[in-house]
């Protein structure tokens, strides 16, 4: 079986069609013929996200879909591109940015982002609508917070967007697109480390060379506003579709929900490589066999969610989702999401309370071919005084 990515136009928020009713491990062919597995239930992936015989590591992995890897396919990671790589080396960089990713930091962060989303709203009022709410709203809040957290200027966000796009489309030159940021970041930390600054890259210049600060800046930089991005959009239709109101007492579990129900990671990410033998599931997994996992139905599972299939604002368990992962590589920046994502539902749903799609669902272009799953635009509209 090749892993299905297609999503159904009129069941838009659904797992791929032809995931369901598979065993818990199931038989998946990689895009070079490697012949993996796929887990699709909460026990199978806790198992091969949490076993330390399940390696990271980018050159022992098979991928089940087009992906571009710093240095080449075959090919360890780099010092600093610590997403692909395992203890000891992946625990020094952990640890050393731990401490920048702290519920206390987060939370000092929150007003900055009550502005920055205030501001947008702003000027989608003044704007008037209709307006794309990717472009307008969602884009923008991730990514000017990793622009302030990191050290990256903002004024270059067209270019640093575009390139970020470009790494999780097939259709583009994801190698070109990784060989123009690293050498975008490369001179910004070397200019940082000359005249460093208060923010995160600047912080780490005495612990870290310019190469690994430049791997280290180019993960934080992508994941910091891709996914969040396409979350605050994908939430904010589903919660259109749906007809459910966003309530100020339910926030907390509302994102949490929303990311259960989404599952925006639907390319099998994260893989993992068999170090030796194992046994997942009741299936033996052989050493050097690559891992993918299916979120969007491992976050359905029903052996852990009652009625997975629906989206419930007050699911009290829905935290329980591996949206962000599970294990030591679990996202280093999940904090700093769920606010972003808490702050920016409430406060555009505070705003524009009737707000409502500009164009019917069946016309809102879906990113199935990406590695994160979204919306192209999102096209929406609201009363005026008018």
């Known amino acids: 079986m090749r892993l299905p990515i297609e999503r159904n136009q009129e069941c838009p928020f659904d797992p791929p069609t032809g995931l369901r009713g598979l065993p818990p491990m199931a038989r998946l062919e990689m ?19 949490g076993d330390p015989r399940f390696s ?27 997403a692909t790589t395992d203890p000891p080396e992946h625990t020094r960089y952990r ?37 794309d709410l990717v472009t307008a709203y969602a884009l923008p809040i991730p990514s000017l917070v990793i622009c302030e957290l990191l050290g990256v200027p903002y004024a270059d966000h067209d270019f640093f967007q575009d390139r970020s796009a470009a790494l999780v489309s097939p259709d583009r030159d994801g190698a070109q697109a990784m060989a123009d940021l690293t050498a975008y970041l490369g001179e910004l930390v ?35 506003h891709e996914t969040t991005a396409n979350m605050l959009a994908l939430g904010v239709f589903a919660l259109l ?27 099998g990410a994260p893989y993992r490589a068999a170090l030796e033998d194992v046994e997942v599931a009741g299936e033996l997994v052989r050493k050097g066999e690559t891992v993918a996992l299916s979120l969007p139905v491992i976050n359905r599972d029903g052996a852990v969610f009652e009625d997975p299939d629906l ?13 962000f992962g599970h294990g030591v590589h679990q996202c280093l920046g999940q904090q700093l999401a769920r606010n972003e994502l808490r702050i920016g539902y409430r406060a555009l749903f505070e705003r524009f309370p009737g707000l409502r ?7 809102v272009p879906l990113k199935h071919d990406a590695s994160v799953y979204g919306v192209r635009c999102l096209p929406v509209t609201w009363p005026t005084a008018d």
Request: hydrophobic fraction near 45%; aromatic fraction near 4%; charge should be negative.
């Open 31 to 49: 895009t070079d013929g490697h012949q993996g597995w796929l887990a699709t239930t909460m026990a199978a992936a806790r198992t091969v996200l």
């Open 56 to 82: 990271a590591r980018q050159e022992l992995k098979h991928s089940a879909v087009h992906v571009v890897r710093p240095g080449g396919p075959d090919r360890p990671a780099p010092p600093g591109f610590f």
């Open 95 to 131: 640890r050393l940015l731990t401490g920048q990713f702290t519920l206390r930091r987060m939370r000092l962060l929150e007003p900055r982002i009550e502005q920055i989303a205030a501001d947008h709203l702003d000027a989608m009022a003044k704007a008037g609508p209709p307006v």
């Open 190 to 224: 070397r200019r940082k480390r000359a005249e460093p600054d208060d923010d995160l890259i600047s912080g780490l210049t005495g612990e870290l060379t310019d190469e690994e600060l430049t791997y280290v800046a180019l993960i934080l930089l992508v994941a910091g």
């Open 241 to 267: 579709e749906e007809g459910l109101p966003v309530e100020e007492g339910l926030m907390e579990t509302t994102v949490e929900e929303l990311l259960r129900w989404l599952s925006i990671l639907h390319q």
């Open 311 to 323: 989206l419930k604002l007050d699911r009290a368990d829905a935290r329980r989702h591996l949206a």
């Open 357 to 363: 799609l500009a164009v019917p669902a069946a016309e």
